[in-house]
């Protein structure tokens, strides 16, 4: 959780006092490793990962509608790649 510094608080007002933010934030949380959140380590154990690592800030998750993991699509893909598999599964 190195990205971005400071606590939830911190982050808070820095958000609101240069970019006017209104809506509300969560707080950070680890993705890899054993410290994970439960749902990150579900995911990355059950897609092409294979339990590896998030690599980077938009890697994409498609999950169904019974919450299987569908696919893993890392963070250079772009969204509209992953069209026709979000529609297969609609």
Not at 28 to 54: E, H, M, W
Request: include cysteine; charged fraction near 20%.
């Amino acid at each position: 959780m190195g990205q971005e510094p400071g606590t939830d608080a911190e982050i808070k007002a820095k958000a609101i006092a240069n970019y006017n933010v209104t809506f509300q934030m969560f707080s950070k949380i680890c993705v890899n490793g054993t410290d994970a959140a439960p749902i990150y380590q579900f995911l990355r154990t059950n897609s092409s990962l294979n339990g590896g690592k998030i690599g980077w800030n938009f890697g994409k998750f498609l999950v169904s509608k019974s919450g299987g993991v569908i696919g893993y699509y890392g963070p250079g893909t772009d969204p509209f790649k992953m069209r026709s598999d979000i529609e297969n599964n609609l």
